[in-house]
């Protein structure tokens, strides 16, 4: 099983700045199979970057992947408040599909 | 529009079994080249995927819960379904079923629909 491991558990950040998300799993993930998704509460999770670094369809371009074999970035350029929430990455290269164990992203 | 939609129990007494359902609207569920599946998230934790299968006939389980799990497909009813046996506290959770595609032609298959999830609390 690939372990997915998140950093930092939580982040604290004010409206209008950056926020680096790191996961890194436990081997290479190989075609760069990794996504990330955000997830509000009482909301399922929604794709916001799929392939380590592609967008998905209808997320803004402060959204952006990087990354690739066991270390992966999710970087949100300008927080804005829907941004303030819970992020997941996912591994999808290898059964069982793992998911790291979340980022909450807090206002400062 | 394809929409999921689960249905549970909400409540199971432990060592019963835990039975969960799907409906798939505004899409077959038969189309297209997708897995259909479960994750679940136990109140304030992250999220762990269960199973899936293809309409092929494949079928994937996660090893530390396959002992317990059973999945089922009902084409007619455009419906799948998923039930959990001897369930324990550390099975509460919100169990969300879910669809796998291939996403922009990435070449990987990635949840990329979801339903609002199904809460299961295990308590006597």
């Not at chain 1, 950056?18 to 509000?40: D, G, P």
């Not at chain 2, 293809?54 to 059973?70: A, D, F, I, K, M």
Request: glycine share 10%; charged share 15%; aromatic share 10%.
């Amino acid at each position: 099983e690939i372990v997915m491991t998140q950093s930092p558990a939580t982040l604290s950040v004010s409206p209008g700045e950056r926020a680096t998300l790191s996961c890194r799993a436990s081997q290479s993930v190989t075609n760069n199979w990794l996504a990330w998704y955000r997830q509000k509460p009482g909301q399922a999770p929604r794709l916001l970057i799929y392939g380590a670094s592609t967008r998905a369809t209808g997320i803004p371009a402060r959204f952006s992947g990087s990354g690739s074999g066991t270390e992966f970035t999710l970087t949100i350029s300008s927080l804005q408040s829907e941004d303030f929430a819970v992020y997941f990455c996912l591994q999808y290269d290898k059964w069982p599909l793992t998911f790291g164990g979340g980022t909450k992203v807090e206002i400062k | 529009q394809l929409q999921l939609q689960e249905s549970g129990p909400g409540l199971v007494k432990p060592s019963e079994t835990l039975s969960l359902t799907c409906d798939v609207s505004g899409g077959s569920i038969n189309s297209g080249d997708y897995f259909w599946g479960w994750i679940r998230q136990p109140p304030g934790k992250g999220l762990q995927w269960i199973a899936e299968f293809r309409q092929s006939g494949s079928t994937y389980y996660n090893p530390s819960l396959e002992s317990r799990v059973t999945t089922s497909v009902d084409t007619s009813r455009n419906l799948f379904s998923l039930r959990l046996s001897s369930v324990t506290a550390a099975d509460t959770a919100i169990y969300y079923c879910a669809r796998r595609a291939r996403v922009g032609g990435s070449g990987g298959h990635l949840f990329d629909l979801w339903g609002q999830g199904s809460p299961v609390t295990v308590s006597s």
